[in-house]
């Protein structure tokens, strides 16, 4: 059974920095993509950062060069750090997991509150 545990949300100063680590376990696999997602009240779940098992990186406009995601292999485990944070960004963060038609995992989320 594949379980996704996410850390590091919290409540942060506009303009401050957060970094939230996924851990997965029970992968079999060595081929998958990871990535973070973010829902806010009322809006759709949308995505905010992706990165192949071959560490090629995808981001939401909004985000470029204020977010980054990496992934340690070794550890199963993806991140993504936060930077300049706005009161837009303010959402609860998914971790997923997922091989394209083959299998697609979720999180619990983890809310991220961004205000003064």
């Known amino acids: 059974q594949v379980q996704l545990v996410e850390s590091g949300g919290g409540l942060v100063q506009p303009g401050g920095s957060l970094r939230l680590d996924c851990a997965a376990s029970g992968i079999i696999y060595s081929i998958y993509d990871m990535g973070w997602y973010r829902q806010a009240p009322g809006k759709q779940r949308e995505l905010v950062a992706a990165i192949t098992s071959g560490g090629i990186t995808n981001y939401a406009d909004s985000v470029k060069d204020r977010f980054t995601i990496s992934r340690d292999g070794a550890k199963n485990t993806v991140y993504l750090q936060m930077n300049s944070l706005k009161p837009e960004d303010t959402a609860v963060y998914y971790c997923?997991?997922?091989?394209?038609?083959?299998?697609?995992?979720w999180g619990q989320g983890t809310q991220v509150t961004v205000s003064s």
């Open positions: 997923n997991l997922r091989r394209v038609g083959v299998f697609n995992y």
